[in-house]
Structures are given as structure tokens and as C-alpha cells.
């Protein structure tokens, strides 16, 4: 045998991105923050982003995703358990991401913008595993939907903000802390929920109001060992919502059974699975017959999620790619220095960045429900970044992974951090509304309240910025006005979104940020491809400005 050694040295490979803070290098996210909440306390952030930066967390990430979650149906003597045993490095990320508050934790808050200060740790903690996120992710998103069953809520809420993690499948009663699901798609159907075939039939009322047993089955169910989940059911009234414990009060497991897992392209540390109710004990939220807007309360909150997740993804891909090409050379010398590439590295920082301001933008309307034009932006804002942040994912990742080359493409046992990215980046563009529903959203959300007028609010802070800027400004309140038609729909997303990200980034970044992301995606000097800047956009103030290590 030969040793390495022996036949060549290994050099111009790059060492691996790790043990850095990803909080206080990541001043595209340091900036939109200073803009959304000046008084933010950031102190949270910056421990967070000290550990999750570590090689030990990174480590404990690979290590859920390669060991990836094993369903058990029934124990050895034929008793359904319909549990889900996973690697104890998921429960690391689980306890890391509980502990940091990125679950219910807002709700019971006390900072002056408890969404924004969770949403930038959320955004952080998916450039660690964004897998563990789904159940964090539906954990948060809850609450404004469970507050419908104050009986429910008042005995839960506490629990879904405690900063306890206990992933013990038993009584709620008897745990610090407890996660939550959800269960709308059922197989004939997810956008469409209204085909939902799955049956609820009154069963009396108790302690926490009207109680039902369900019947039926739902086709995707993130995270099954959560505690409770909502899900929509027919009802006698019709679609509706109901709180559905794994465990029901007396201490019985509830009639859910997992048939199956998902075996999924990506998010290979998250148990998706199948399952079927068995006449399941469930309780009433919200108005018999109400169920879909019931349920959109808690969607609305993951959507949010799933944009700042795609941010997350997009600011660790960059960061990946700029690691890799400043310490690789090609041609006599870094391939950072080499200019085509400085162009390719400038787009995804200026995608990257843009994408943070939007999705924090959007955070912050979650800290104002009682601003008139703060709720209208939210609901504006909401599919608008949904839409383009996610569907900018997978090309963003595309184009980043090729920075690396063919080490790009390889996984390695789940060392390929990059592969895992990619993978990752369809999922928040599909689930909870596909790219479709949410331009048709947008249609939805124009009919409510004067959504012209707040978009020419929004956007009239950065008017003389730049020729093209105003161009669309001028343009895009009267086109909302005038309502897209279906056909339509994804443009108008893709433009307010534009219009929007170019008037943060006006207010937040350097001008060399302002102008190169003005000049391609508003006034077409740009190509189809990433790295197709014009030759004059400032390169190096955009890659300094964007780089993972000072
Ligand atoms: C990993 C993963 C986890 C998930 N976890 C959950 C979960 O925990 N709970 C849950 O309830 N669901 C979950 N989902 C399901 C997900 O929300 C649905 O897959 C999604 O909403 C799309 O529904 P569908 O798959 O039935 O596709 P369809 O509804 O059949 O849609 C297919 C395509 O048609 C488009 N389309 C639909 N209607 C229209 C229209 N009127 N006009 C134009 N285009 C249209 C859609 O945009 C989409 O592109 C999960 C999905 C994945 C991949």
C-alpha cells in the first residue's frame, strides 16, 4: 500500500469554512438589523453565532443528516408505537435551536422587536442544519392560529416558549417544554386544501371546548414526534381546524399512526412523514367551518420562515463560495483576484444581501400588529418575498456550488456542506405555497386595504437614488392598482419584490451595493446567468463587504 504521501503533496485545498462567527461577519444581516431595530439587543446573536459556527455543531449537523431518522411502526411484541428514533446529534440541534428561543419565544417576549431578534437567529441557524428548523419553524408559527382555543393556548403557550427541549413522547403535563406541527396536504391534494377528505365528528365537549375524532389520513406531516399539531379536517360546518396532541390528556398515545417516512432530495435530517387517523381525539380552533383561515394564521407565520430560511441558505453558500475561491488558485492566482469570477462572486453577494433585507423587512412587520401600514405590508410583503427569495434559491446554489468545482458536487460522507445546500433549496419554494399560490396570493392580499398607496409609502424613502429605481417606483403603485391578471401574477411578485429589496438596500448598504443591484435587476445591465454585472459595478467593495472572515 502507498501512502499519499508517497506519490504527491495535497495543496491549493482550500481548509474547510469553520470556527468563525457567523453573526459578526454577516454585515449585510448586522446592517438590515440597525435599519428594522436600531435598539435591538444583539449580544443573543453574537453567542449564537460563536457556537453554531463551531466545527463541534457542524460536526453534530452532518452527523444528523448522514444518521438520518428511523420510523418504528410497532415494538418487538407487535405493539404500535408509531415513534421516530433519531441520531443524537439531532436532538443537539434541537436543544441549540430551542435554547437560542428560535421557537415560541417571541410570543412571550419582552424586547421591543422579539420577531426581528428571532428572525435574524433563525436566519443564522440554518446556515448550521436547517433540517431541525422545520419543527422550530412550525413551533413558532402556531401560536396566532392556538390563540383561537384560549383553553388550549393558556396551558400550551408557556410551554411552546419555554426554552426547555424535551424530546420524550408523553403528556404535555409533564414536560417543560413542547413542539408543533401541522397537517393540511393530504394525497388528492395541498394547495387545495378544500379537497381535504379527512372527516371530524363531534365527540362532546371537555376542558379545552368542542372535542371530535378524526378520520383520514394527511400525505405530508413534518415532524411527527412534535406534541400536537393543527390540521384541517371536514367537519358538519365544513373545513376546519383542530388541535390534535400525539398524547392525549389521560395520558394515552392519541390514534395517529405513521405509515411511512418521506424519502426526500434534501432535508434528510427532518422525519417527513405519512400518516392516518384512526378516529384521533382533536379539539375545535377557531370557528367550525373557518378552517382555512384559521390555519393560513399559522402558514403565514412559516411562510415567513421559509424566506427567512432561503436568506440563511444563500448567505452560507456565499460564504462557502468566497472561502473556497480565496484560498484556491487557478491561472497564477486566487480565483477571487481572477475578474470573471469576481463578477460571479459580486451577484450572489448582491442576491444574498438583497434577500436578507427583504426577509428582515419583513420580519419587523410581525413587531407592529398594530400599525395600520405595517399589517398591510405584511400581508403584501408576505408571498411577495416567499415567492422570489425561495425561487431565487436553487440558482443561487447552482451558481455558488460551481465557485467550488467538481469539490462542489461531491458529498463525502456529508462533508460536502455545499451538496447539502443545494439539496436543501427547493423545499421552502414548494412547501407551504408553491411558487403559484403565492403570486396568486399577492393578488389576494392587493384587494385588501389601500395596497397602492403603502407600497408608494414603502417605496418612496430611496426616490433620486437611482434612474431606474425611480423608474419602477413611479410605475409600480399604479400597476398594483390596475391588478395583475393570473397570467401576470408571478411578474408583479418578482417586480414589488425588486422594487423593494433595491429601496432597503438603498437605506442600508454601501453604494456600491446600492448601484450594482439598481443598475442589473432594475435597469437591465445584466444577463440571464449570474456574473453577468456590468463591467463597472465596484467588485471589490461588493466581495469585501460580503466576506465570511475579516
Ligand atoms: C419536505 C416537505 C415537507 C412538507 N411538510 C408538510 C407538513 O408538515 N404539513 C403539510 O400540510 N404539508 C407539508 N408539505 C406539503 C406541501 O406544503 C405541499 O406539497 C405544497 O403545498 C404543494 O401541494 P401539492 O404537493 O399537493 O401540489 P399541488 O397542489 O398539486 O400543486 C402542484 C403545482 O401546481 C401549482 N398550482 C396549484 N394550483 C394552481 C393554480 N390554481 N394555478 C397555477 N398553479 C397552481 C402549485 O404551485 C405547484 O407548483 C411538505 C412538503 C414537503 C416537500
Not at 406541527?181 to 394547495?191: A, L
Request: glycine share 8%.
Amino acid at each position: 500500500m502507498t501512502a499519499a504521501a508517497d506519490t504527491h503533496d495535497v495543496f491549493n485545498q482550500p481548509a474547510p469554512l469553520a470556527d468563525y462567527n457567523l453573526f459578526d461577519t454577516n454585515r449585510a444581516l448586522r446592517d438590515a438589523l440597525n435599519f428594522n431595530a436600531p435598539a435591538l439587543q444583539i449580544a443573543t446573536l453574537h453567542a449564537l453565532g460563536e457556537t453554531i459556527g463551531s466545527t463541534e455543531m457542524q460536526t453534530h449537523a452532518r452527523l444528523a443528516n448522514i444518521h438520518t431518522p428511523q420510523l418504528h411502526t410497532h415494538d418487538r411484541f407487535g405493539r404500535r408505537i408509531d415513534e421516530v428514533e433519531f441520531h443524537p446529534s439531532y436532538h443537539v440541534l434541537m436543544r441549540a435551536a430551542v435554547g437560542a428561543g428560535l421557537h415560541g419565544t417571541p410570543w412571550s417576549g419582552t424586547s421591543a422587536s422579539p420577531h426581528v431578534l428571532r428572525a435574524a437567529g433563525f436566519m443564522l441557524f440554518t446556515e448550521l442544519e436547517p433540517s431541525v428548523l422545520c419543527p422550530i419553524s412550525m413551533s413558532y408559527a402556531v401560536t396566532p392560529a392556538l390563540r383561537s382555543n384560549p383553553l388550549i393556548h393558556v396551558e400550551w403557550g408557556p410551554k411552546l416558549a419555554s426554552l426547555w427541549y424535551d424530546p420524550a413522547l408523553k403528556s404535555f403535563k409533564d414536560k417543560p417544554g413542547v413542539t408543533m406541527g401541522m397537517g393540511m396536504t393530504e394525497k388528492q391534494g395541498g394547495s387545495d386544501v378544500r379537497a381535504n377528505t379527512t372527516r371530524a365528528v363531534r365527540a362532546g365537549s371537555d376542558a379545552w371546548g368542542e372535542r371530535y375524532e378524526i378520520t383520514g389520513h394527511k400525505w405530508f406531516f413534518s415532524a411527527p414526534m412534535c406534541d400536537a399539531f393543527l390540521v384541517l379536517a371536514q367537519a358538519p360546518a365544513g373545513l376546519s381546524c383542530f388541535f390534535l396532541p400525539r398524547v392525549l390528556p389521560d395520558g394515552e398515545r392519541n390514534a395517529i399512526h405513521i405509515q411511512r417516512l418521506k424519502d426526500k432530495l434534501g432535508n434528510k435530517a427532518n422525519a417527513s412523514s405519512e400518516v392516518e387517523f384512526h378516529g384521533a381525539g382533536a379539539w375545535l380552533v377557531g370557528e367550525e367551518g373557518r378552517g382555512i383561515p384559521q390555519i393560513l394564521e399559522m402558514g403565514t407565520m412559516t411562510r415567513l420562515d421559509c424566506a427567512l430560511g432561503t436568506s440563511g441558505l444563500m448567505r452560507q453558500a456565499l460564504s462557502l463560495a468566497l472561502n473556497h475561491t480565496s484560498q484556491r488558485s487557478a491561472f497564477g492566482k486566487p480565483l477571487i483576484e481572477q475578474p470573471l469570477m469576481k463578477n460571479v462572486l459580486a451577484d450572489l453577494a448582491l442576491e444574498s444581501e438583497a434577500a436578507t433585507a427583504l426577509a428582515i423587512r419583513l420580519a419587523r412587520t410581525f413587531d407592529h400588529p398594530g400599525d395600520a401600514h405595517e399589517r398591510l405590508m405584511s400581508r403584501l410583503l408576505t408571498p411577495v418575498a416567499k415567492f422570489w427569495i425561495c425561487k431565487r434559491g436553487s440558482h443561487f446554489a447552482q451558481e455558488a456550488m460551481e465557485c467550488l468545482g467538481g469539490n462542489g458536487y461531491v458529498e463525502e460522507g456529508g462533508e460536502g456542506v455545499m451538496a447539502r445546500v443545494y439539496r436543501e433549496m427547493p423545499l421552502n419554494s414548494i412547501w407551504e405555497g408553491a411558487g403559484n399560490i403565492m403570486a396568486i396570493d399577492l393578488l389576494r392580499g392587493l384587494r385588501k386595504g389601500d395596497a397602492a398607496a403603502a407600497l408608494a409609502h414603502e417605496l418612496a424613502p430611496a426616490r433620486g437614488q437611482h434612474a431606474a429605481l425611480d423608474r419602477l417606483i413611479d410605475a409600480l403603485p399604479s400597476r398594483v392598482e390596475a391588478m395583475a391578471t393570473e397570467f401576470e401574477a408571478r411578474r408583479l411578485a418578482q417586480d414589488v419584490a425588486l422594487a423593494v429589496q433595491a429601496v432597503l438596500l438603498s437605506q442600508t448598504a454601501p453604494a456600491a451595493v446600492t448601484d450594482a443591484f439598481c443598475a442589473s435587476r432594475l435597469g437591465g445591465d445584466w444577463g440571464h446567468a449570474f456574473g453577468t454585472l456590468g463591467g463597472g459595478a465596484d467588485f471589490d467593495a461588493i466581495i469585501a463587504r460580503a466576506l465570511p472572515r475579516v
